[in-house]
């Protein structure tokens, strides 16, 4: 058998070596030439588009980390800006600390707002007993008082402002030689109206009221803003006037209680 097998083998050979097969093998070359082009080109393809798919990853994978590493910087800016600021308020307190020779201990906090008060007569506040807050302390920013803790617990505190019609403090007229003196009570928005002026005491559009601290709740010399009306009634034995504080409550974003 296996002599038999080397034979046809040699024959096989033998007839190629002269080319009686030359003729088969250009029409086997003419039918499978173009399905071998088309294989190949086929092959090339798939080829191409792994290529394309690999590639297609690769940027997704890139733009994916250039957004991550857009948002780790834009993260990093707003810390920086938001610890700059700080820093302004920080050396703005210090400077009115100095200059005043105001010796209590301030603590920064942030405000949170209080979607609870449709009023916007208050605010919460980041800090609470756990930092020496009390039911009483006074807020300020700078030098202006801005309102008074109501409530407090252990991380966070509720502020009344100012402009509520809860807060009330004794006040005066810094810009006067008597210093008229009266009680001034929150309006809402801006306004806080300054009451029980006598007829004869003098008080001017422009002027600039301070707190007196003869109420014990709130400290002295604490600025509350300028008088902007004048109301004086002659059927009335008392005369007001109208205050519109100097700094922006509606957009607090930092403040400092006074902790005793």
Do not use: C, W
Not at 31 to 37: C, D, L
Not at 59 to 74: A, V, Y
């Amino acid at each position: 058998m296996l002599v038999k097998k080397l034979f046809v083998a040699f024959v096989i050979l033998a007839l190629g070596f002269l080319g009686v097969f030359n003729p088969f093998r250009t029409v086997v070359q003419y039918i499978f030439t173009p399905v071998e082009f088309g294989l190949k080109n086929t092959a090339s393809s798939i080829k191409d588009t792994g290529n394309f798919f690999i590639a297609l990853k690769g940027l997704r994978d890139q733009n994916i980390s250039l957004i991550k590493e857009n948002q780790n910087l834009k993260s990093i800016i707003l810390s920086l800006k938001q610890a700059d600021d700080e820093n302004k308020i920080l050396r703005t307190q210090l400077n009115l600390k100095n200059r005043n020779t105001f010796d209590k201990k301030l603590l920064l906090a942030n405000v949170m707002g209080n979607a609870k008060d449709l009023t916007g007569g208050s605010v919460i506040i980041d800090k609470g007993t756990r930092q020496g807050v009390k039911a009483g302390s006074n807020v300020i920013l700078a030098n202006y008082l801005v309102g008074i803790v109501k409530d407090t617990q252990s991380e966070r505190s509720l502020v009344s402002l100012i402009t509520s019609p809860d807060i009330s403090a004794t006040v005066r007229d810094i810009d006067v030689a008597q210093h008229t003196e009266g009680l001034a009570v929150g309006q809402y928005g801006t306004s806080i109206q300054m009451t029980r002026i006598l007829p004869n005491e003098v008080i001017n559009v422009g002027d600039t009221i301070v707190t007196s601290g003869k109420d014990g709740i709130f400290d002295a010399n604490l600025l509350l803003g300028k008088v902007v009306k004048v109301v004086s009634v002659p059927a009335e034995p008392l005369k007001s006037a109208y205050i519109e504080t100097q700094i922006d409550l509606a957009n607090l974003d930092k403040v400092f209680v006074i902790i005793e």
